[in-house]
């Protein structure tokens, strides 16, 4: 398992498309429905921006770029695989 961070960017006019899709994979991380071996571990948004970090838990940033794929958030964004010091 590896620890991820997607750091997401978006157009204002895709805010509402953008917050459908957050909002979709919030629930399936509250009913337990996301693919076996991925977690969501938390999502800040930057006030004041289009931007947010989301937190992952996931087999590999490779499975997890296949997932985002599959769920197409209309942003431009990148995968980190992290290390959590504290």
Known sequence: MAELIIEHEWKKEDSE?????????IEMQKKGT??????????QLLNGKN????NWVAPSASALSDLL???????????TEVSKVF
């Open 69 to 79: 794929g599959k769920v197409n958030p209309p942003t431009t964004h990148t995968i």
């Open 51 to 54: 931007k947010a970090i989301c």
């Open 34 to 43: 996301l693919p076996q071996g991925f977690a969501l571990k938390g999502v």
């Open 17 to 25: 498309k953008v917050m459908n899709v957050v909002g979709g994979i």
